[in-house]
């Protein structure tokens, strides 16, 4: 079996659709030196041929690793190039917590595309800071979104980036003003809520675009690439592992925002409706059946260890320096040395994520509470079953407890092949002939700040701000009818877990109640 060993160049970014190009050079065997670099090709084909055997033949013997990085930042700007806007686009910005930071980091990155020119947080030092960070006037920052909205519209879009249960209400309302919308995932933690903005933004003819970002990213666009070209042949099964980190778990899932069922919303919804979306997205056919089991098996005070005795926080643990979950290493420590951002900027709230800060927020405040004393009750484990038309099926497990956080793990079969993909790269085993394996290495991410989620964070905004600019919709891979279908999955994959049923995916009820439902 030969492998060829497959580098990035660039990306490309043609109607929205993010994909990469290749530069490879081959071995022949384990024993045999590669082709000779000085004789590679230079041509770069625009995009993958649909035919497998061409396909197959420009990923073999082009141009070595040291042209790949001469080229890279001569094709990541040409194609970048293309999102250029006629002018900045104004973005209102609705949550200045970590998300919004996030987000709104594209206008300072490319101020000639976007610029925000409002900010709403009840928190004075977030929205200040963000206001700050993007010169905005004081009259077009608030401690509400309702204030904004109520004004004549002055912006072409929002950012949504309120808590999980608060998306719906705004989004209607901006939508009913004729803005466009980016909302956070989930789009909303109800059915109701998700079919009503879905509604909005259609009967006001507005861009929606929710914040499934895994879709946006080269690494994505590959897989499903290959996977619409036939070069597995007929997608079978899919395995998809989302890895959660056991100190990010015990942060958010935990002690923090989504802790709580009642304060937000379940465990599968807030954390893992990207994964459900993205297996929906990869597999191109419509979700018919589910099941799903899990449970909340370690974070809870049974399981705390007998021998640091009744307290209720990590500042006064005995186990504090050996805990994996203590605070004290989680934020007090990064503190100490100086780190400022995520998570401890969310642990912190009136005020920079210092030493001082942090300690008192510890003492006081719900992430320096002992991850056995909290009152989380959402699942720290669970696997949902998933039968797509034609009798395809995919599995997806989610666990709190891993080393990798959020580095997803997938494994795609097919008939006449199999992908290994571990969220940057990308294994191809080609059943055909004497067999092939390629490795491709997909992570042509332009240089940015907004590095989250392989870049993905990134692509959503880009592909955002020129649909807004352009009024294209075509440019958003995460619109409202998408993520609607999606989240009746998910919804569908808690009720099976907690009645112990299988359930069906009906979306004709669905479109029912979005022709009925009045707003």
């Not at 935990?254 to 997205?281: I, P, Q």
Request: hydrophobic share 35%; aromatic share 8%; with cysteine.
């Amino acid at each position: 079996m030969s492998v060829s060993k497959i580098v990035p160049i660039a990306a490309v970014a043609a109607g929205g659709l993010a994909a990469a190009l290749f530069y490879t050079y081959k071995n022949q065997s384990t024993n045999e030196s590669k082709e000779d670099e000085d004789g590679a090709s230079s041509n770069i084909p625009s995009k993958p041929t649909s035919s497998t055997s061409n396909l197959m033949s420009h990923l073999v013997g082009h141009a070595p690793p040291t042209f790949c990085e001469d080229k890279m930042k001569e094709y990541v700007e040409q194609y970048e190039r293309d999102y250029e806007t006629e002018r900045p686009v104004r973005l209102i910005v609705i949550g200045a917590g970590s998300r919004g930071k996030v987000y709104s980091t594209y206008a300072l990155e490319h101020p000639k595309r976007a610029q925000v020119v409002a900010v709403c947080d009840p928190l004075k030092y977030r929205r200040e800071y963000l206001a700050h960070k993007h010169n905005v006037p004081e009259e077009n920052v608030y401690d509400n979104w309702e204030e904004c909205v109520a004004r004549e519209k002055f912006a072409d879009a929002v950012i949504i980036v309120t808590p999980d249960a608060h998306h719906a209400e705004p989004t209607i309302q901006f939508a009913n003003k004729g803005y466009h919308i980016l909302v956070e995932k989930p789009m909303a933690v109800s059915e109701d809520d998700c079919i009503r903005m879905t509604k909005a933004v259609m009967d006001n003819k507005v861009i929606m675009a929710v914040g499934h970002v895994m879709r946006y990213t080269p690494y994505t666009q590959r897989i499903k690439q290959i996977v619409d070209e036939g070069l597995l042949g007929d997608v079978i099964s899919i395995q998809h592992l989302e890895p959660v980190g056991y100190w990010h778990a015990a942060h958010s899932y935990v002690r923090g925002n989504w802790s709580k069922e009642e304060d937000s919303t379940f465990m599968l919804m807030a954390k893992s409706c990207h994964d459900v979306d993205w297996l929906r997205y990869i597999m191109g056919k419509k979700c018919v059946r589910v099941s799903s089991f899990g449970s909340q098996s370690h974070f809870k005070k049974e399981r705390k260890p007998k021998e640091v005795g009744d307290v209720k926080r990590c500042l006064d643990c005995s186990a504090q320096d050996t805990c994996p979950y203590s605070a004290t290493t989680i934020y007090l420590r990064p503190a100490e040395r100086g780190y400022k951002e995520w998570p401890l900027s969310v642990v912190a709230t009136d005020g920079e994520p210092d030493v001082e800060n942090i300690t008192e927020a510890l003492r006081i405040g719900p992430y320096g509470r002992c991850v056995y004393e909290c009152d989380n009750d959402v699942v720290d484990n669970q696997v949902v079953n998933l039968e797509f038309e034609g009798g395809r099926t995919s599995s997806l497990s989610m666990v709190s407890f891993s080393h990798d956080i959020c580095i997803r793990k997938t494994r795609i079969f097919g008939s006449h092949g199999q992908l290994e993909c571990d969220g940057t790269n990308i294994i191809f085993h080609d059943f055909r002939g004497e067999g092939r394996t390629e490795i491709i290495y997909c992570d042509p991410t332009p240089p940015t700040r907004m590095s989250g989620h392989s870049g993905a964070d990134y692509y959503l905004m880009r592909n955002f701000v020129r649909a807004v600019d352009k009024k294209n919709p075509s440019y958003i891979l995460s619109g409202p009818l998408e993520t609607l279908e999606s989240h009746l999955i998910v919804f569908q994959a808690e009720k099976a877990r907690k009645e112990g049923r299988v359930y069906d995916v009906d979306l004709h009820e669905q479109n029912a109640a979005l022709q009925s439902v009045t707003l």
